[in-house]
């Protein structure tokens, strides 16, 4: 294993007795020697792979993808605060982005809410991040058989538009927790039907049939800490390394490349010290083979262009989960690309509408504003502004607040569908702002972050109403849940303990399963106890 010695030849240095790692792979802090030889070696690397791809640097650094994906950064902002850039990223046959930007977050191939119809219309994003998990839950799974002459099968399984690109993962994001870790050669992972075991050679296997326009490397990831012992650490990132190997070995580098799927390489939400002999591979053997960096933690960015400057110029694909629209600008300005933001399905399914702008509005004063607006709130009963002051989208353009408290009180469909749309347009519109005053300057861009920051609250609403009924992606894998949904019938009784509990909301079926529809009692005693009687009948 080429990664198994140090970059100078001399043994890794363990941190300490009861460190626990393996003697050729101890957790090791590069001394400055080392990471002097590095950063050489480095430089050395990256011209040869310039060289080979014939890149200009003067004006607009651009990397070709090996399988045909080009990405540009037009402009860096690196003066010490912010490392933030400006870049174009084109897949093949698909919408080019100007990043930093966002792709959807999908759940089984689709956006929750939106049909295939209204995402051709009204999709502000160029990109949807799946998860194998989602589509392989029968023996026989129809993604992987499913006819596909012209598209590739993952497009035409999902139904989506042709300007939308296809980001393949092995889990979800977030992931549910599962109740065994990963294997030496499977992934955990949760299914419709329940847990199982995902071998590292199924998937690559899948990769290939589905043609994803992305595709992420299986990566060994947390299961139940997230500050688990350093011997585990050490294991998840010789894991993901071997993982690594095995998704690229020259027959399946020859077949992502006819068939168009770009790879992104997995970088560990673990410290740059227990993984920098993994990115020393990724930076020294396998760099040619890689289109981009998926990110289950930000905060690595400074070290790996500190120590690998040939994995700089890739496209960055954040994995690492933010909370807040505060958090979004704070991967950005460590050089993140393209963000996935789950938050945006949950504060839908909230029936909470994004109201933030960025840069934020002038003369707010000191009062800090929402970051959104509860549409269940009765003073939208009859409320006719649109969702938001200023915002472009189909539904505040086309519809009012008092519309769509009532869709929401209604349990109507439509309601979270024009959620959707309103919440990932103001969304696209923050990445727009963010975009417009990056080419500005970093000093811009960080003044008017401080000012976002200060303009609106820090976190996001909760929503007061009813969510809709939840489904396999709002599963938590904790231990004993509660009922997930609640029944929608319960018993009649005669003291109208029932009908109450009913009108409460609350799940009082016993033993926390649903009351079949027919009753205990015959027709004869229902009738006796006032059963469909009519009000004010004698």
């Not at 959620?419 to 923050?430: K, R, T």
């Not at 904790?478 to 029944?487: K, T």
């Amino acid at each position: 294993n080429p990664c198994s010695v140090s970059p100078i030849g001399t043994p890794p240095q363990s941190l300490g007795p009861g460190a626990g790692a393996p003697a050729s792979r101890q957790i090791h802090r590069p001394t400055d020697s080392e990471r002097e030889g590095g950063q050489a070696r480095d430089q050395a690397t990256i011209r040869r792979w310039k060289g080979r791809r014939c890149v200009k640097m003067s004006d607009a650094e651009k990397v070709d993808g090996a399988e045909g994906m080009i990405f540009e950064i037009l402009k860096k902002t690196l003066d010490g605060t912010t490392a933030a850039r400006l870049g174009k990223l084109s897949v093949p046959k698909r919408k080019p982005i100007d990043t930093p930007n966002y792709y959807a977050v999908a759940s089984r191939g689709v956006l929750p809410h939106v049909t295939p119809d209204n995402l051709k219309k009204h999709a502000p994003f160029s990109g949807a991040y799946m998860a194998l998990e989602d589509f392989i839950e029968k023996k026989n799974p129809s993604a992987l058989s499913i006819p596909s002459p012209e598209k590739k099968p993952l497009h035409t399984f999902s139904c989506l538009p042709e300007s939308i690109a296809t980001v393949l993962a092995a889990r979800r994001n977030p992931a549910v927790k599962t109740p065994v870790g990963n294997g030496a050669k499977f992934v955990a992972i949760f299914t419709s039907t329940g847990f199982r075991n995902l071998s590292t050679d199924e998937y690559c296997a899948a990769v290939e049939t589905l043609k994803p326009d992305i595709a992420i490397g299986p990566a060994d990831l947390f299961h139940t800490s997230t500050m688990p012992a350093s011997k585990k650490l050490v294991r998840m990132a010789e894991r993901t390394e071997e993982w690594t190997d095995v998704f690229l070995t020259a027959k399946r580098r020859e077949l992502f490349k006819a068939s168009g799927v770009s790879v992104f390489a997995p970088v560990l939400a673990v410290p740059y010290t227990v993984q920098w002999e993994y990115l020393r591979h990724l930076a020294d053997e396998v760099v040619d083979s890689l289109s981009g960096l998926a990110l289950y933690d930000v905060d690595i960015l400074p070290d790996i262009e500190d120590h690998h400057k040939s994995l700089d110029s890739l496209p960055r694909l954040s994995l690492h989960i933010p909370e807040t629209p505060q958090a979004v600008l704070r991967q950005i300005s460590l050089g993140v690309d393209i963000c996935t933001i789950p938050f945006i399905n949950a504060i839908s399914d909230a029936g909470v509408a994004l109201s933030f702008t960025f840069p934020p509005p002038e003369n707010q004063g000191n009062a800090t504003k929402p970051l959104g607006d509860d549409m269940w709130a009765p003073e939208n009963e009859v409320a006719m502004e649109p969702l938001s002051q200023g915002c472009k989208c189909y539904a505040c353009t086309t519809h009012h607040r008092a519309f769509l408290h009532h869709l929401l009180n209604a349990k109507e469909m439509l309601g979270w569908t024009l959620l959707q749309i309103h919440n990932h347009q103001v969304m696209a519109d923050f990445f727009a702002g963010i975009r417009a005053t990056l080419a500005k300057g970093a000093a811009e861009f960080e003044e008017q972050s401080q000012r976002f920051v200060a303009a609106y609250e820090a976190e996001l609403p909760q929503g007061t109403g009813t969510r809709p009924r939840a489904r396999g992606y709002h599963f938590k894998g904790e231990a004993n849940p509660s009922r997930i949904n609640p029944p929608a019938w319960v018993d009649y009784a005669a003291d109208g303990e029932g009908v109450a509990a009913k009108a409460n909301g609350a799940a009082v079926a016993a033993e926390g399963t649903e009351t079949p529809l027919v009753p205990d009692l015959g027709s004869l005693e229902l009738e006796e106890k006032g059963f469909a009687e009519v009000a004010g009948k004698k």
